[in-house]
């Protein structure tokens, strides 16, 4: 049995999503026993993006009407461009990101996804990773960026792309793993 068995993962994302970005980490997360939900901003079906063209569409789970920081044990943000875009833009998205992270719980970023974290407020003298191309926002976010497969401060882990998406998944369940254990101890 996993220490993560019991836990319940959130996935954050909108249509544009990095394809892979989402499914890898949400089939290794549940290869590992824990529950994931894909969240959205709205009921029904979001479409990925998948290297160079649409994807595959994935079944929203709840809403993020429908869901509190307190329903989860760990938050993953996957990137792609338009995802993490259009989400930095919709102010109960950058509201439960920087809510959750001020939980203390794992929450996870890769490729674009950081510029949720910037939106919101969460990046300043934090040690980060992400898309080449975005590494001048982080830095004027405050974010100590660093080029490798994965960084982890504290709870905070980020990614760089989809060819990291293999050891940013296992710290994830790691992480997850962690803070289940801090949580037991705690009881």
């Known amino acids: 049995m996993s220490s993560i068995d019991d836990s319940r993962i959130m996935i954050l994302a909108t ?13 290794r997360l549940k ?17 990925g993006w998948d290297k160079k063209d649409w994807g595959s569409a994935v079944r ?16 993953v943000l996957p990137g792609g ?18 809510d959750f992270e001020a939980t203390g719980k794992p929450l996870a970023a890769i490729c674009h996804a950081p510029w949720l974290l910037i939106e919101a407020g969460v990046i ?3 040690r980060v ?10 830095k004027n976010a405050g974010g100590r960026w660093e080029d490798s497969q994965t960084v982890v401060d504290g709870n905070l882990i980020t990614a760089r792309n ?7 998944s296992r710290a994830i369940i790691e992480a997850v793993e962690k803070d289940a254990g801090h949580r037991v101890a705690a009881e």
């Open 124 to 126: 300043d003298g934090r």
């Open 60 to 75: 929203v789970d709840r809403t993020l009407d429908e869901v509190s920081v307190d329903d989860y044990d760990a938050l």
């Open 129 to 138: 990773t992400s898309y080449r191309s975005i590494v001048t926002d982080l």
């Open 31 to 47: 290869e590992a026993g824990a529950s994931v939900d894909i969240v959205s901003l709205e009921a029904g079906e979001i479409t």
């Open 15 to 27: 249509n544009g999503f990095e394809q892979s970005e989402l499914e890898t980490p949400r089939d």
């Open 81 to 98: 461009q338009i995802n993490p875009d259009l989400l930095r833009v919709e102010k109960k998205a950058v509201d439960f990101v920087r």
């Open 162 to 168: 989809p060819g990291d998406l293999e050891p940013f």
